[in-house]
């Protein structure tokens, strides 16, 4: 059986190196990429796909949302999340989203490989580290740290909020209305014991959450 591999990234260096891992494997063939969402869709409609490699730091729409909007429409395909981000700051929340496996991109080449042939064959792929969160997550939340608790999108409007966007520029990026955006950020700081924009930002600093 051929794995047919799409790789999403905006990064045209992270695309190439991918290529060169996964392409040169026997029973892997890379499909097509793309660098943001309106052409991974566009791609995905026409290309028949087995595994997305997907960065969740794409352009024009959050990782998390691709992966929904993408699980909806091919619900068939396996989706295999590539981040720069640790482990700990977003592999549940991929996988809670619909992702067969979470990888970050200092991963070995080998682990690619096993992970693309893992998920191909309707497979969870993740390491012992996420494995171990995964089992504390569904035992019990209270070792959570306080951004862990935060839906996506409270998640997200923190990390938007500590990257220095306005409201209103966050209801933008999100497609939301600014009212909305308040109130994600009002439950955000209740729900972390945060008292302002300043206390948010230094903790999302503090836990590198924001580049």
Known sequence: MTIRVIIADDHAVVRKGMRLIAGDQ????????????????????KEPCD??????????????????LVR??????????????????????ALKAGAAGYLTKDSAPDRLVEAIQAVAKGRRYITPNVAEMLATHLADDHDLRPHERLSDREFQTMRLIASGQQLSQIAETLSLSPKTVSVYRARLLEKMGLKNNSEITHYAIKNGLVE
Do not use: W
């Open 51 to 68: 595994v997305l490699l997907l960065d969740i730091g794409m352009p024009g729409k959050n990782g998390i949302d691709i992966l929904k």
């Open 72 to 93: 909806e429409s091919f619900p068939k395909m396996a989706v295999l999340i590539l981040s720069m981000y640790p482990e700990d700051q977003y592999a549940l929340r």
């Open 26 to 45: 026997p029973g892997i063939t890379m499909c097509g990429e793309a660098g943001d969402y309106g052409e991974l869709m566009h791609l995905l409609r």
